[in-house]
C-alpha cells in the first residue's frame, strides 16, 4: 500500500508544514484540523483542491496532468519524457506542486489527491488505460487495432492485449503514429479528446483514426485510451518557464507619494460616507444592496468619482464589519466607532485586507446581464486575479505582469482577464496599492503579510488636522476631524464641498438646527472658539448671537398645534400670508392654534423665517437631537479567524496522525445521517451548527441537481439540516444526506 497525504505530512517537519499552511490558507481557517489525519482531509477535499489549483501558473498545471496521466508510473525523469522538455523545467513545478500539498512522493512514485488526479484525466480528455478498456472489446477488435500498428498476431485476446500495450509504451511510437495522420485527421483527434462523442457529428476523419488503430469500437460507440489521449495532449503542451519580467521604471518616491495621497484620500471618503449614513443611513433595495439610483446620490452628495468609487466604498464598509443593515438602510456599525478612533495605518489595512481578501471586484458586478448591488456577495473569479497580479508584479513591471497574466493565471479566460484585470488596477490605484507601472510600498506590505499595520505605518501616517473659520460664514477643514469637530460641524454647518479638504458654511437655518439640537449660544461659540488658533469671526460669533436672541420666541405644542408667543409677534404671525394655509386662530393675546400637526406647523414658520422651538405637554422645550443610526453588530458578515501557520504547524505535528473517531455529538449525530462525509467535513458542519458560522457546502437536490452554496446552520432537525442560505437570502431546509461536500467559508 503506498503512502498517503497523512503519511507525507506526518514526515514534514514544522517548518516545511507551515510553509505549506501558508499556501494553503483555507487549512489555517477556524474550527482548524486538529491533527494531521483531519488536515490531509481537508487539504484532499474539492473545495480546497480548486481553490489551490486557481493559483497554480501554466506549467505547474501541465506537470500536474503529466503526473496523473502517468500515473504508477509517475517519476521526475517520466514526466520530463511525456512532456518531452529538461529536467530544469520540470523540477520547479514539482517542487511548487509538492510545497502545496497538492502531489507528495511514494518512493520513486509521485503521488497526487484521487480527486485532483480525476481532474486532470478528465481535463486531457483520458479514458481508461487499454488495457482496462480490453476487458469491454472482443478479442476480433483488438486485432484489428494490433493489425493497424504492425503488432504480430496472437491467438489469445490477453497477449495481443499485452502486445499492444508494450508497444504503445516505447517511446516516440504513438507519437509517431499521430503525426504521420493528415493535419485534418489530428485535428480531429483532439476535439475527440476533449469532447464528448454524442454530441458530435461523424466525420470521414473518423474512418482514417478508426484505420489507423487510434480509435477502440466497443460495440457502436468509439473510444480513446488513456494513452491515445496522453499522447496527443502531450504533443500540444510545453513548459516555458517562468516569464522574464522587468522592473517597473516609475520613481520610487513618486511612487510612495502618490500612494499615500491615494490612501489618504480613500479613507476620507470612507469615513465621511459612513459618517453621514449615522445621520442618514443609506436607502437600501427590497431585496437586499444598494441599488443604481441610490449610489447615483452618494456621488452627487459626497462629489465621488463616479459609481465604481461608491461600490468600492459599500463593499469595502460592509466587509470590514464597519456598515450593517438596519431597517432604515445601511448604517455604520459599532465596530466603525472603534475603526475611526485608529490611527491612518491600521485604519487603511482593515479596508486594504478586505479587499485583497474579496472573491470578487465591486466594480464589475454584472451576472448574466444583471446587477448584483454592492454588498451582496457574487461569484467571480477577480479575487484570485488580484491576488495573482499583485502578487507576481511586487517587484516587477505591472503592464508587464497583466501582459503574462493568462500564464500565470491559466484557469482563467482570456475574456475573464481582461475585463478583471482592468478593474482590479482601478481599484488598487484608489487604496494607493498601485501607482502608475508600480506596486506601492503599501501594496507590497500588503501582500507580504505579517505585521502590515507596522510596515504601512513607515509611510502612511494621520495628517493633522487643521479648521480655519473665515468671515464669509466657511470653515475649512483639512486632515482627519475628530468626531467631536465631526459632530460640531454636522449639527452647526452645512457641508458644500468634499475632498482633501472640505467646505462647511454657517447659515441662520443650521445654527438654528444646533440650538435646537441642544446646543445654547455660549457653549456653541466656545466650542468654535476651540476649532482654531485664529479669532473667532465677527461675522460668525453675530450669527450665532443673533439667532440664539430669536431662537425660541415662537413655541409649538400640539393642539393640532398650538402657539405660545408674545402677543405683538403673535398679531404677525396671524396675519402672515405665507401662514394662511395653517389656519391659524386666536385663543388668547399670546396663544394661537393650529389644526395642523407640530410637525407642519414648525416647518411652515422656519419657511417663513421664525425661529420656533417644540415644546412638551409641561411647556418644557423639546431638545430635537437627530438620533444617528448604529446598525446591530450581528449584522456584519461572518469573518472567520484564520490561525497562524506556524502555530497551527507545531499544533498539528504534536498531535500527529490522531484518528478517525468524531467526538463531537453533533458530528456523531452528522455522521449517522451522512456515512459519506468525512471526519474532518463532519467537524466543519458541526462546528457550524454549534457557533452558528457560515460553512460551504455542495447539495444535491431531490431532482439531483448540484449546487454549492454558503449557509448558516441553526440546527439539525431530524434528517434535515436548517439554515440560512446566502444564496437564496431565505431559510431553507437541507436533507443530510444529501450534502455532497463541506469547506470552510473563507
Known amino acids: 500500500m503506498g503512502t498517503g497525504l497523512a503519511d507525507h505530512l506526518a514526515t514534514l517537519d514544522e517548518t516545511s508544514l507551515a510553509v505549506l499552511l501558508r499556501h494553503r490558507p483555507d487549512a489555517c481557517t477556524e474550527p482548524v484540523p486538529r491533527d494531521l489525519s483531519r488536515l490531509a482531509g481537508r487539504l484532499a477535499g474539492r473545495a480546497s483542491l480548486s481553490a489551490a489549483l486557481r493559483r497554480l501558473d501554466r506549467d505547474t498545471v501541465e506537470v500536474g496532468?503529466?503526473?496523473?496521466?502517468?500515473?504508477?508510473q509517475a517519476t521526475p525523469d517520466t514526466v520530463t519524457d511525456l512532456l518531452d522538455t529538461t529536467p530544469a523545467l520540470v523540477e520547479r513545478p514539482l517542487q511548487v506542486l509538492t510545497t502545496m500539498g497538492l502531489a507528495w512522493p511514494d518512493g520513486p512514485v509521485l503521488r497526487l489527491p484521487e480527486a485532483l488526479s480525476e481532474h486532470w484525466l478528465a481535463e486531457i480528455g483520458a479514458d481508461e488505460p487499454i488495457a482496462r478498456m480490453a476487458r469491454h472489446v472482443v478479442a476480433e477488435e483488438m486485432r484489428r487495432i494490433a493489425v493497424a500498428h504492425g503488432i504480430p498476431l496472437s491467438t489469445r485476446k490477453a497477449e495481443v492485449t499485452q502486445a499492444i500495450h508494450d508497444t504503445w509504451a516505447e517511446p516516440g511510437f504513438l507519437r509517431s503514429r499521430i503525426e504521420a495522420l493528415p493535419a485534418t485527421a489530428r485535428q480531429r483527434l483532439g476535439v475527440l479528446c476533449r469532447a464528448e462523442f454524442d454530441g458530435l457529428r461523424p466525420s470521414t476523419d473518423d474512418h482514417l483514426l478508426l484505420d489507423?488503430?487510434?480509435?477502440?469500437?466497443?460495440?457502436?460507440?468509439?473510444?480513446?485510451?488513456?494513452?491515445?489521449?496522453?499522447?496527443?495532449?502531450?504533443?500540444d503542451a510545453s513548459l516555458t518557464g517562468v516569464p522574464d519580467l522587468p522592473a517597473p521604471a516609475d520613481p520610487p518616491a513618486r511612487v510612495a507619494d502618490g500612494a499615500v495621497a491615494a490612501a489618504r484620500s480613500l479613507l476620507d471618503i470612507v469615513t465621511t460616507v459612513l459618517d453621514d449614513a449615522a445621520d442618514t443611513p443609506v436607502t437600501a433595495l427590497k431585496s437586499g444592496g444598494v441599488g443604481k439610483r441610490e449610489r447615483a446620490r452618494l456621488v452627487k452628495r459626497h462629489d465621488l468619482d463616479g459609481d465604481h468609487l461608491a461600490c468600492l466604498v459599500i463593499d469595502l464598509a460592509a466587509h470590514a464589519g464597519l456598515l450593517g443593515l438596519t431597517e432604515a438602510g445601511y448604517a455604520p456599525t459599532a465596530t466603525y466607532g472603534d475603526w475611526r478612533e485608529e490611527d491612518a495605518a491600521a485604519r487603511w489595512t482593515r479596508l486594504a485586507r478586505t479587499w485583497f481578501a474579496l472573491e470578487y471586484a465591486p466594480g464589475d458586478r454584472e451576472v448574466d446581464g444583471k446587477e448584483v448591488a454592492p454588498p451582496l456577495a457574487l461569484l467571480?473569479?477577480?479575487?484570485?486575479?488580484?491576488?495573482?497580479?499583485?502578487?507576481?508584479s511586487r517587484d516587477h513591471s505591472l503592464h508587464a505582469t497583466e501582459e503574462h497574466l493568462a500564464w500565470f493565471s491559466p484557469m482563467s479566460a482570456e475574456a475573464v482577464l481582461a475585463g478583471s484585470v482592468a478593474v482590479s488596477r482601478r481599484e488598487?490605484?484608489?487604496l494607493g496599492i498601485v501607482v502608475g507601472d508600480t506596486v506601492s510600498?503599501?501594496?507590497?506590505?500588503l501582500v507580504d503579510g505579517g505585521d502590515v499595520v507596522a510596515a504601512v505605518g513607515e509611510h502612511?501616517?494621520?495628517?493633522?488636522?487643521?479648521?480655519?473659520?473665515?468671515?464669509?460664514?466657511?470653515?475649512?477643514?483639512?486632515?482627519?476631524?475628530s468626531p467631536a469637530i465631526t459632530r460640531l460641524l454636522a449639527d452647526a454647518a452645512t457641508p458644500e464641498s468634499r475632498g482633501a479638504a472640505t467646505t462647511h458654511r454657517f447659515s441662520p437655518a443650521s445654527v438654528r438646527a444646533a440650538l435646537d439640537a441642544g446646543w445654547n449660544a455660549d457653549d456653541l461659540l466656545a466650542e468654535l472658539r476651540a476649532l482654531s488658533a485664529r479669532p473667532l469671526p465677527q461675522p460668525l460669533e453675530y450669527l450665532v448671537t443673533d439667532v440664539a436672541r430669536r431662537h425660541g420666541h415662537v413655541r409649538v405644542r400640539a393642539a393640532g398645534a398650538c402657539l405660545v408667543l408674545d402677543e405683538a409677534l403673535s398679531e404677525e404671525v396671524l396675519r402672515s400670508r405665507s401662514l394662511r394655509a395653517l389656519g391659524l386662530a386666536r385663543l388668547a393675546p399670546t396663544v394661537l392654534v393650529s389644526p395642523s400637526d407640530p410637525d407642519g406647523v414648525l416647518r411652515a414658520l422656519r419657511a417663513a423665517g421664525y425661529l420656533p422651538v417644540r415644546e412638551d405637554d409641561t411647556g418644557a422645550v423639546v431638545v430635537e437631537r437627530r438620533e444617528r443610526q448604529v446598525a446591530d453588530t450581528t449584522s456584519e458578515p461572518d469573518v472567520r479567524e484564520v490561525m497562524d501557520p506556524a502555530a497551527l504547524a507545531g499544533r498539528l505535528i504534536a498531535a500527529g496522525l490522531g484518528h478517525d473517531l468524531v467526538d463531537s455529538p453533533t458530528a456523531a449525530l452528522l455522521g449517522s445521517l451522512n456515512p459519506r462525509l468525512d471526519p474532518a467535513e463532519l467537524d466543519l458542519l458541526a462546528d457550524a451548527v454549534d457557533h452558528g458560522r457560515d460553512v460551504h457546502i455542495t447539495y444535491s437536490d431531490r431532482n439531483g441537481t448540484i449546487s454549492r452554496r454558503v449557509v448558516t446552520p441553526d440546527q439539525v432537525l431530524h434528517r434535515w439540516l436548517i439554515a440560512w442560505c446566502h444564496l437564496r437570502h431565505d431559510e431553507r431546509e437541507f436533507t443530510v444526506e444529501n450534502i455532497l461536500e463541506v469547506a470552510p467559508a473563507t
Do not use: F, N, Y
Not at 496532468?65 to 500515473?71: E, K
Not at 489507423?212 to 504533443?235: D, F, K, N, Q, S
Not at 467571480?380 to 497580479?389: E, P, Q
Open 380 to 392: 467571480s473569479m477577480a479575487g484570485d486575479l488580484r491576488r495573482t497580479l499583485l502578487e507576481k
Open 428 to 430: 488598487a490605484e484608489l
Open 441 to 445: 510600498p503599501l501594496g507590497r506590505a
Open 460 to 481: 502612511l501616517v494621520d495628517a493633522s488636522c487643521e479648521v480655519v473659520l473665515q468671515s464669509d460664514l466657511t470653515a475649512m477643514v483639512s486632515g482627519r476631524p
Open 212 to 235: 489507423a488503430g487510434l480509435l477502440v469500437l466497443e460495440g457502436h460507440v468509439a473510444r480513446i485510451p488513456r494513452e491515445i489521449a496522453v499522447t496527443v495532449w502531450a504533443a
Open 65 to 72: 496532468r503529466a503526473v496523473a496521466a502517468l500515473d504508477e
